[in-house]
């Protein structure tokens, strides 16, 4: 959480301060919660955002020395020689419990993510694309795949799946939040295979009409010549079916004949007429 949203400061004599900032106050007793249990002095401020419209923003303040100093080392946000980190230790996300962890408090101190029946998108925002490299690995090692957009400002670990936004909030421990993506990734499967299934029988119905149609216009042909009356009776009643029904399927053509034939029967016969009035 710090690293995402914290600012390390250098002062004279051994003095060091760090300030973190977040917009949303439970975010804000989180972090608190999280630093008393490095029994470390903080102060605690609120401020207005008057250039970011209506809203407060919940800052943290800490000052000292060594102390400080120890504690940024131990989070992973400070190397042994007091410089800042680019990318996350290995130690911090070696084991699941923290990987998980440090998965959370990225997202909760610069993450957003798309409420669910909007485009599905999820990202953990930074100006360190290092930083966000380390987002990006421990989210692979839970099998969440996230990608990497580069922005001049604040580039991103982002995701546009739903199935790994849902398994990402699963990780980060956003349960409620996870189901609602799961229904509504249910939800956007049934409403694809219904259009799937939806356009698939608007082609075939056209197949059919235009089938139909050419079927009719060989059957009128040939009763205009005098090879009709030399027709086989199974012919001819396959084709006097066809001009009664012309908007049946081949199925149900097969039904309506005495004694009923099979589809393919009714398609081999039908074929024959084409050829025939085509010439073959």
């Not at 911090?92 to 485009?119: H, Q, T, W, Y």
């Not at 839970?142 to 604040?154: A, I, M, W």
């Amino acid at each position: 959480m710090i690293r995402s949203a914290g600012s390390f400061h250098i002062h004279g004599g051994d003095r060091y301060g760090l300030h973190v900032s977040f917009g949303l106050s439970a975010t804000a007793r989180t972090a608190v919660s999280l630093i008393k249990s490095f029994d470390l002095p903080f102060e605690v401020r609120v401020l207005e955002q008057r250039r970011l419209g209506r809203g407060k923003r919940f800052e943290i303040h800490m000052e000292g020395g060594a102390r400080l100093v120890q504690f940024l080392n131990e989070i992973g946000v400070l190397a042994d020689d007091l410089t800042l980190r680019e990318s996350t230790p290995t130690r911090i996300s070696r084991r699941p419990c923290c990987r998980n962890a440090f998965l959370r408090g990225a997202f909760l101190a610069s993450g957003s993510v798309s409420e669910p029946g909007a485009p599905a998108h999820l990202e953990v925002y930074s100006d360190n694309v290092d930083f966000l490299g380390s987002v990006i690995d421990a989210a692979e090692a839970v099998g969440v795949q996230l990608s990497l957009v580069k922005r001049k400002h604040n580039s991103a670990a982002y995701s546009k799946s739903l199935g790994d936004i849902r398994d990402f909030l699963v990780a980060v421990g956003a349960h409620e939040a996870a189901l609602e993506f799961e229904e509504r990734s249910i939800i956007s499967s049934v409403k694809a295979d219904a259009n799937r299934r939806a356009n698939f029988d608007a082609a075939n119905a056209a197949r059919c009409s235009l089938a139909a149609a050419r079927q009719v216009r060989a059957i009128r042909e040939l009763q205009q010549r005098d090879s009709w009356k030399h027709l086989s009776d199974n012919l001819i009643e396959v084709a006097e079916l066809r001009l009664e029904h012309p908007y049946m399927t081949i199925s149900e053509l097969g039904r309506c004949a005495d004694p009923p034939l099979s589809k393919s029967a009714v398609n081999h016969r039908l074929r024959r007429l084409v050829k025939m009035a085509e010439g073959g």
